[in-house]
């Protein structure tokens, strides 16, 4: 039987081992500092509950500056890492400034309130006197080109709204004009303490005061009067020079001034 000279097959190539796919990481701590970043964010607008938002505002700026070093090694959390840390410091910015806002805004309230009560306590019965407190000066019936009289009355010391020492003056505004008017709009009333005039003073509407602001916005028909208050704010115990005029003239002639004695 004849002989064959046959080639054994090569074996097949066996297949190398499996590649492992790179698996990315994620970076934990810049999701952290994000998210408590835009928490303390969001939290620090509101007064007192944002000492809550700063904290986490300043947590999460911490954790994102963290974060961000290890996106370097990881390659990921980059961007979240840098939100997370802008959105902390804002965090820690807004809340400081709103605190500090309104602890400022509640001392300012706080100080109107004690100077409102304090001014109630405090004795404000004394009755500054005036060279015409009850009679009216020469030049009371005003010029007989004027359409409006104005009569000085009496005055007395009283505490203003933030509680400063205060003149409220009496008078009575007679129109005898054709129309109607009022007085904070026909009369131009000043009061001087050592040639210098004085601030209008803000008083409360208190029965304490028989005070009233409103009358002198009030329209009076031609040839009717009206009673009127007004308020300046002392800056002595100097005599008190009280001048009356017509608002819109072109003389600016006096129609009543007077001087009232503090002592």
Known sequence: MPEYDMAQPSPAPQPGPPVPTPVKTSNGIAIAGFVLGLLGFLGS??????????????????????GLAKSKKLGTGKGLATAGL????????IGIIVNVAFANSVDDANDKVKAAVEATKEPVDETASADTADEPTADVDGSPDSDFAVAIGKSRKVKDYDGNA????????TNNSDEDANFSFSISDKAFQ???Q???????DDDKYDYDSSNSL???KPGSEIKVQE??????????????????????EILASTTISLS
């Open 194 to 196: 050592g040639g210098v």
């Open 45 to 66: 607008f509101i007064p007192v509950i944002n000492l809550g938002g700063i904290v986490l505002g300043v947590v999460g700026a911490v954790l994102a500056a963290v």
């Open 198 to 204: 004085l601030e209008r003073a803000i008083l409360l």
């Open 166 to 173: 205060a003149l409220l003056v009496n008078y009575t505004f």
């Open 231 to 252: 308020v300046y704010v002392l800056a002595d115990k100097s005599d008190v020079t009280i001048e009356l005029s017509e608002l819109i003239s072109f003389d600016d």
């Open 218 to 220: 009030k329209d009076v």
């Open 86 to 93: 802008v959105l902390g410091s804002l965090a820690l910015i």
